[in-house]
């Protein structure tokens, strides 16, 4: 609910306190490994936003202690240096996800380390590396349906989806579908209309946030 209530832009400081409130609840009980990996990356994504480094840094500190040795965590802290511009140290974390010789636990995770890889790639100027970087990144979604990490990366990742369009081989119609349901959101998020799809998670495109194995969790 938290991570719904995110998007709303004129919520977005009360949703954070929503997620701070649910971790100390969960010193009451071990939430499962799946559901650790999703909120850790979604509140990270939200610091991000809001440029709030010291939350962001606890975050990390959180995802050490319950998600050792996984890919998410690299994703985590590689999230947490791009939110500094420190885009060769974030590619650096997360080429252990990109060669496959780490394992992420949730497959927003796994979208999250090309994303990261494509942006830091087109800070270093290699555009075609940036390019590749991309389609990879959509061909996890379009497999996965867990389109939701393109729209949590905001505007620098929507340019480079533009840039990829009639580009994408196979991949174009589900581009096309994706930066379609992105504006769509925006303008229902502006329009500030009531509930919808987007708040229930009833559709298949970019408002979805889990995807049907974390959904099951």
């Known amino acids: 609910v938290a991570i719904i209530a995110f998007d709303r832009r004129a919520g977005r400081r009360v949703a954070m306190r929503e997620m701070a409130t649910l971790w100390h609840q969960a010193l009451d009980f071990v939430p499962t490994t799946v559901l650790s990996a999703f909120a850790l990356l979604a509140e990270m994504q939200m610091c991000r936003a809001l440029g709030d480094r010291a939350r962001a840094a606890a975050v990390v500190a959180r995802a050490e202690e319950l998600l050792p040795d996984t890919g998410d965590l690299a994703v985590v802290r590689a999230l947490n240096l791009i939110g500094q511009r420190h885009h060769k140290q974030a ?9 496959g010789d780490l394992t992420c636990i949730v497959i927003t995770a796994q979208i999250s380390a090309w994303l990261i890889e494509a942006l830091s790639t087109v800070y ?6 940036a390019h590749r970087a ?21 505007s620098s990742v929507r340019e480079l989806l533009l840039a990829t369009v009639g580009r994408a081989g196979h991949l174009d119609a589900f581009l096309t579908g994706t930066l379609a349901a992105w504006t769509a959101a925006e303008a229902g998020q502006q329009a500030d209309e009531p509930p919808t799809d987007r708040d229930t998670g ?7 946030p889990l995807t049907t194995r974390e959904n099951e969790m």
């Open 91 to 99: 590619s650096a974390l997360v080429a252990p996800v990109i060669h």
């Open 124 to 129: 270093d100027g290699r555009i075609e590396a």
């Open 134 to 154: 991309i389609l990879v990144a959509l061909d996890l979604a379009e497999s996965s349906g867990a389109t939701r990490p393109f729209y949590d990366f905001g």
């Open 202 to 208: 009833r559709s298949a495109t970019l408002v979805i």
